[in-house]
């Protein structure tokens, strides 16, 4: 008897994507639903048809389309068959329910495809807890849609009396469920904050940016690292660090984090701050920016914006304009720089354009905000002698035969001659040869980028 062949991973969803642009505000989403696509793409879906967008002035409270629209879609779900509608807008619990009624079928918006696809990339318990708290955030609301298919029970034989109904038990139970999730998150987040105190005596730079920016490549390319690095959207949710050693030989740590997308749900911003720790504390941000994306103006703004929501106060940036070699028209690509800065920086991670003079900028922002110090230690102080090494590359290695004394000449910045003062013993001496009393301040350092405020108003933006 033969048996039945069965399917070994579960088929793609077929969905359809429509959206509501609005007439007055800024374009900056995607006209033709291209990043929303891509979106439903990295949930492994299959997008059919040509999606559908509306242009409207104002939302409709009912349905966010237009009555004649709402018609048009259901026309084009007849003639599809897809199993799902994904809508490029953040809907209300009502617009939801009445667009469920209306189409038949399951209606997804953009928060709930962005939290699906984070919920897929989880991997630590950390960026688990996180997504399940921005779920949960999101559903709250919304629990009376998912019951609506016990509304005819509602006073039968046997259901009255006192006590709970199922949505009220289900309110209940998902407060208590976002109270904890919120405390474990508070636990992590304190952790997090104490592992990157520790790191005080290191440089540390954040890479930030849109996503698919090409962020976790620069990050393989510079530290020989194996990341995943696909050509997808979100393919990192865990932030992860990684030491750069300069070719100076001197080292800082670079961290990958989650990237950004414009209209990001607020449960996700609010629930991934453990996760954005690395970025907030960084001395410098990389904010690489796809110059072959057509919105990469836009991108870029969106997530200054989203920079300005998390961090504590202004951070020093450079913008790497990343995929530069895929742009082959110089007026956008000079309209781009223009937008990112006299300080941007045109490279490619791929072809490795660019990463040295990268790596000479970093070395010339450590100089600022470091001094020469003459280390002198008793020559058998191997301890101290390894974390210099692990420091940087000492300048300059004497030894004086008379005294048994070691001098060792190397660029420490602040906070570096501090760690190595406290784990020196007593009879080590740190004298500075020359350099900034206090390892230097980013007003001093020539080529610092300027406001990003500022270039969105002389881009025009």
């Known amino acids: 008897m033969s048996r ?36 439903v793409s990295a949930a492994e879906g299959l997008v059919v048809g040509d999606g559908i967008v509306q242009r409207l002035h104002r939302p409709s409270p009912a349905t966010l389309f237009g009555s004649g629209k709402v018609i048009e879609i259901k026309a084009e779900i007849d003639r599809l068959h897809p199993d ?32 699906d696809i984070f919920a897929r990339r989880a991997r630590t318990r950390q960026a ?28 039968a034989i046997g259901a009255r009396g006192p006590g709970e109904t199922q949505l009220e038990t289900d309110k209940r139970l998902i407060r208590r469920r976002i109270q904890d999730l919120r405390e474990e998150l508070r636990v992590i987040e304190e952790r997090k904050q104490r592992e990157v105190r520790t790191r005080a005596e290191q440089f540390t730079i954040g890479l930030v940016g849109y996503t698919n920016a090409g962020k976790s490549t620069i990050l393989n390319r510079l530290t020989g690292s194996d990341e995943l690095a696909a050509d997808m959207l979100f ?69 200054e914006q989203v920079l300005r929501t998390v961090l504590r106060g202004p951070r020093e940036e450079i913008v790497i304009l990343n995929k530069a070699d895929l742009v082959t028209d110089p007026v956008a690509l000079d309209a781009l720089q223009r937008a990112a800065g006299p300080a941007s920086l045109l490279a490619s991670a791929v072809a490795g354009d660019g990463l040295a003079e990268l790596d000479a900028r970093i070395c010339a922002r450590l100089d600022a905000h470091s001094a020469l110090v003459d280390v002198f230690m008793p020559a ?61 301040s980013a007003d001093d350092e020539p080529g610092r980028d300027v406001d990003p405020e500022d270039r969105w108003r002389a881009a025009g933006v």
């Open 128 to 155: 688990r807890l996180q997504v399940e708290l921005a779920q949960n955030e999101y559903l709250a609301p919304r629990l009376r849609r998912m019951w609506t298919h016990l509304e005819r029970n509602e006073g």
């Open 380 to 440: 058998s102080a191997g301890r101290l002698d390894a974390q210099i090494r692990a420091l940087c590359t000492p300048i300059e290695r004497q030894y004086d035969e008379a005294t048994g004394e070691a001098r060792v000449r190397v660029r420490l910045s602040k906070s570096q001659q501090g760690f190595l003062e406290r784990c020196a013993g007593p009879e080590a001496r740190f004298v500075r040869v020359d350099g900034p009393d206090d390892g230097g």
């Open 4 to 39: 039945i062949p069965k399917a070994t991973r579960t088929p793609e969803e077929r969905v359809l994507v429509c959206g509501v642009r609005f007439t007055d505000v800024p374009p900056f989403d995607d006209e033709d639903l291209s990043e929303a696509e891509g979106l």
């Open 84 to 115: 799902a509608v994904v809508v490029d807008n953040e809907l209300s619990p009502a617009q939801g329910r009445n667009l469920e009624k209306a189409f038949g079928i399951r209606i997804i918006d953009r928060s709930e495809l962005i939290l």
């Open 235 to 303: 393919a990192t949710l865990d932030t992860r660090t990684r030491q750069w050693r300069l070719r100076d030989g001197r080292t800082v740590l670079l961290s990958d984090t989650v990237g950004f997308v414009t209209r990001l749900p607020h449960h996700l911003v609010a629930s991934f701050h453990a996760t954005l720790e690395e970025a907030l504390h960084a001395d410098l941000l990389l904010h690489v920016v796809d110059a072959s994306h057509p919105r990469a103006i836009e991108q870029m703004e969106a997530v």
